[in-house]
């Protein structure tokens, strides 16, 4: 017996689980299930008796509150009633977007096809920083109250405490990756520091091309579930790649086409490599904290090696140099 499946939660959702819990919604399956690629929490899609398929999210247990949850459903849906390429939550029978059964929590969304964007063209960019300046625009109408922000605190200092106190590390790497992350942190807050006070809004929150699904008639945004109030640039950076004439090219498109429905603040391009840092830090703790979970010593078998760690290491002193480098600057 393995003692670690049988405690994990997610070893109950078996797929009589699914189709049961789907039933107890209003959504009546035909019995075609099938599992979609996702970590954090268990997709599938399924087949419908009656209307096309669509796709169930079970909620990692402990990680959002219902407010946070449906808090999150409330912005995709004031972004899909403002005509915005969205995929909201469907109300089951009871009229609420998020369903309980078997101590699971789920949503039922319709399915969206498509694949990510090439951002190789600079009409694409333009169309996606137009979206993107369309979406914050409703984003700062109003802030969250449930959902937490991005900060230097909960994305860089509480993940470097988790790794830090779990004896994940090996025990001869430990000091230099605990100067490195002390380092990286300090060049962190000079960035904010630099930056000033800027403004947060309700964001996507993990605008990577694997969350936009393009079809024939353009891109549409998926997967809401990273969404938290921070900086607007935080839904931009993630589309940069290449060296730094090409990252400048690509943001000046993506700026073109996001000032043409929402403002700018051009200090947070001071933020640029401080969040990329973050999201380094924050990356490698979220992978620790679900070892537990058996998908994740599979799909991350070199996680609690020593050249994973070394490799953070040196990723972390070349974030250092780049943090003290002039900011990406639109041409």
Known sequence: ??????????????????????????FHGDGSLLALHSYENRVYRIGMEDGPPVVAKFYRPERWSNGAILEEHAFVREL?????????????????????????RFAVFPTQGGHAPEFNDHATLERMGRLIGRIHAVGA????????????????????????????????IIEAYRGAVTQALDAVKRCFERAGP???????????PGNMLWTDDGPHFVDFDDSRMGPA???????????????????SHLLAGYQSFFEFDTRELHLIEALRTLRLIHYAAWIARRWDDPAFPIAFPWFNTPR????????????????????????
């Open 233 to 251: 640039i935080q839904d931009l950076w993630m589309l940069l790649s290449g060296d730094r004439l090409e990252m400048t090219q690509q943001l």
């Open 141 to 172: 109408l109003k802030p969250y109250r449930e959902r937490p922000a991005l900060d230097i605190a909960s994305f860089g200092e509480e993940p470097r405490d988790y790794l830090l106190s779990h004896e994940l590390i090996p025990t001869d």
């Open 1 to 26: 017996m393995n003692t670690l499946i049988d405690a994990h939660p997610f070893s109950s959702l078996t797929p009589d689980c699914v189709m049961n819990a789907l039933d107890s919604a209003g």
């Open 198 to 208: 800027v403004r947060a809004l309700r964001l996507h929150g993990d605008c990577y």
């Open 308 to 331: 994973y760690w070394h490799d953070r290491i040196l990723e972390l002193r070349e974030q250092i140099a780049l943090m003290d480098e002039p900011p990406l600057w639109p041409a």
């Open 80 to 104: 899909a009633e403002s005509e915005l390429p969205v995929v909201p939550a469907l109300p089951g029978a009871g009229g609420s977007t998020l369903h309980e059964f078997g101590g699971f």
